[in-house]
């Protein structure tokens, strides 16, 4: 999953070497349609990689909020320091047990080992900088970024309230890790600016203050911000990763509390949070949020909402009519008691919507959506951690007594060999509007199922990883109309040799849907296969790689794909040239191409039919202080003489587009 080494370049203030790291979790992930959680996961990583922990002096929450690290290596590595002392370098990492080429890839980017003499004691000062230090020694960011397409959508001249261009500006500032401070504005394409709905500028503006270690409160975070709870049962706004790159941290509990600084417009809270040591093994957090939110309206007396909407468009008058229409107003507490290897938790969340929600429940699949004005959830979270084992798993309840639990069960009984095993069931009948757990079906309802995955060294340049789910779904869901079941199998070899690396894997996704008269449930089987074969040395990095699924529903469809991607760098340089060509049967067999972008925007578009891709990204370092980027695409399609649907719709085959961006830190 991961490809890059442990070197001495990691302790430096070049974040381009973790991204580079991150974007090869994300080329290897199997979740490649999902860019807005990767961008969301790259935005956590990117504040954290700010502020490096210290090794030597970092407590266990602290690696805890860690995403990538599992309970056992969390444990494993406060054991080592605790036997053998100081980490003298990030060379010693290799010596913690549990540690595997995944986390020595990723961890020496947010961790630091401090030369002797020269640690962070004023790093863990509960006493507040003075204003003056903050000011002469924190530090701003300036990032800049918009979009130019050299086409013209049917929407762009006929049905769009703004402009073909997309753009957004973000400002940060942050002293250490104690002080954060960040505004962004951002539109898509076909939005106003400045103009109807968007008097102020922006479509959409996110911000937040951060105030770190001031006595007993932890963490305070005023104005947009995410937060997750034990499992995510009844809020988890934060990190997550796909069942493949979250193999070794699956079934650790998050009890997190950050800023929300990417540009997305789902899954937040707006207003204040706060995390508070009652005493060393007791903690509380706090949060009341209200936040707009987009709804289709009932056509009724009382203008009910018959969906929540999370897209953010605001481009034609019907989505600016729908825009922040609705309000939630939340709050909650999380109560955490460490003792030993054992953690406990308890945790209540409330949510009010000033439109009761009355979707179509005489519609099958559903009738057990959430429906009314109020909604609460409370659960308990529980935990043990040893050496050779964790479990970990919560249980939660809504207000009408429906239950939803997981539980997962890790072991190491060998430095190269893990374990995992997770367990789920949601009732069909529960609902928790801020919920984000695992599962495959998307949602915290109207699923059970098994888990049980492994990841396995047999050799010191040969890695396996695989892992198969099995769920069942005892009510309808969106084209499904009885209950039905899935299978997801999944194995994956990397074979690391010095300056190559080879990589296979095979995916078998089974899954049931309706036929075509709704009377009975047939086969929607998907089988894809990758091969890479990857080459780094010195300045060059190449990888060749093809993809083909062979997908199954009423009709067979097939797929191809081949790729090649090249890249240079030279200190101050970066050049990356991705070319695919494509070629498959229908859309239901289409292919997914990661390719390299500008910072902060991920996007796994999805290609069908016959044609190529190419896309030219190149990053100039002008200063220590100004950095300037840009990335060109094309893609032409060879089957189709329009691109698109409806305004979306551009009138010839092909589609030229370049991003450029401008960072400033000062």
């Not at 990032?143 to 500006?169: C, I, M, Q, S, V």
């Not at 074969?533 to 060059?540: F, I, K, N, R």
Request: glycine share 6%; hydrophobic share 35%; proline share 3%.
């Amino acid at each position: 999953m991961f490809c890059g080494t442990l070197t001495a370049a990691s302790q430096t203030d070049d974040r381009r070497s973790w991204e580079e790291v991150y974007e090869q979790v994300v080329l290897n992930s199997e979740d490649d349609d999902d860019g807005a959680a990767w961008e969301e996961n790259y935005e956590l990583l990117r504040q954290m990689a700010d502020s490096p922990l210290d090794l030597n002096t970092a407590t266990r929450d602290e690696l805890e909020a860690l995403p990538f690290l599992s309970a056992q290596q969390v444990m494993d590595l406060l054991e080592y320091r605790d036997r053998y002392g100081r980490f003298a370098s990030l060379g010693e990492l290799r010596m913690v047990r549990s540690m595997d080429y995944a986390q020595l890839a990723l961890l020496p980017f947010f961790v630091r080992v401090p030369v002797i003499g020269n640690s962070v004691a004023d790093n863990k000062t509960t006493a507040f900088p003075r204003l003056d230090t903050i000011a002469r020694r924190g530090r701003h960011t300036l990032t800049a970024t918009a979009r130019l397409p050299f086409y013209e959508r049917r929407g762009d001249r006929n049905g769009y309230a703004g402009y073909k261009y997309r753009h957004w500006l973000r400002y940060e500032f942050n002293y250490s890790d104690r002080l954060r401070f960040g505004l962004t504005g951002s539109q898509d394409a076909g939005e106003p600016f400045m103009a109807s709905c968007n008097s102020w500028g922006y479509d959409t503006y996110n911000y937040y203050l951060q105030l770190r270690r001031l006595g007993p409160l932890d963490d305070l975070i005023v104005g947009k911000y995410k937060l997750s709870m034990g499992m995510g049962l009844i809020a988890n706004t934060g990190f997550s990763l796909g069942k493949l790159a979250a193999l070794q941290s699956l079934g650790r509990q998050t009890q997190t509390l950050r800023p929300h600084s990417s540009r997305s417009v789902a899954d937040y809270f707006q207003g204040a949070a706060a995390t508070l040591r009652l005493a060393r093994p007791l903690r509380l957090t706090v949060f009341a949020s209200m936040r707009p939110i987009d709804a289709t309206l009932n056509n009724d007396a009382d203008r009910t909402a018959a969906t929540l909407i999370t897209s953010g468009y605001h481009r034609t008058p019907t989505e600016i009519s729908k825009k922040n229409n609705t309000h939630l107003t939340s709050g909650g507490a999380s109560v955490a008691l460490r003792t030993g290897a054992f953690r406990f938790g308890a945790n209540a969340v409330y949510t009010h919507v000033d439109r009761s929600l009355e979707p179509d429940r005489q519609t099958l699949y559903r009738r057990y959506y959430a429906h009314g004005q109020d909604f609460l959830n409370a659960s308990a979270d529980y935990s043990y951690t040893h050496h050779l084992l964790a479990f970990s798993g919560e249980t939660a309840t809504d207000a009408h007594g429906h239950l939803a639990t997981v539980n997962a069960l890790s072991l190491q009984p060998a430095s190269n060999l893990s374990i995992v095993a997770l367990q789920r069931f949601y009732s069909y009948r529960y609902t928790a509007l801020h919920a984000h757990g695992f599962s495959e079906g998307g949602h915290v309802q109207n699923e059970s199922g098994v888990y049980v995955g492994a990841v396995w060294q047999p050799l010191r340049r040969l890695h396996l990883q695989a892992y198969a789910d099995y769920a069942s779904f005892p009510w309808a869901r969106y084209q499904v109309s009885l209950p039905s079941h899935a299978l997801d199998f999944l194995v994956q070899a990397t074979c690391d040799l010095s300056r190559w690396t080879l990589t296979a894997r095979y995916r078998a996704h089974l899954r049931q849907k309706d036929n075509d008269d709704k009377t009975a449930l047939i086969a929607s089987d998907d089988h894809r296969l990758r091969l890479a074969a990857a080459y780094a040395h010195g300045p060059w990095n190449v990888k060749t790689q093809a993809d083909a699924v062979h997908s199954v529903y009423k009709e067979t469809a097939d797929g191809l794909m081949f790729s090649e991607q090249v890249g240079w760098q030279r200190q101050w340089l970066l050049l990356s040239l991705t070319a695919a060509y494509f070629h498959t049967d229908a859309y239901q067999s289409r292919l997914y191409l990661y390719e390299r972008h500008l910072q902060g925007d991920f996007a796994f578009p999805s290609y069908y039919g016959h044609g190529v891709r190419l896309s030219l990204m190149g990053r100039a370092d002008l200063s220590r202080r100004l950095r300037l980027a840009f990335r060109l695409g094309y893609t032409d399609y060879f089957d189709r003489p329009t691109v698109g649907t409806g305004l979306q719709q551009v009138a010839h085959s092909s589609l030229t587009d370049l991003d450029l961006q401008l960072r400033w830190r000062f």
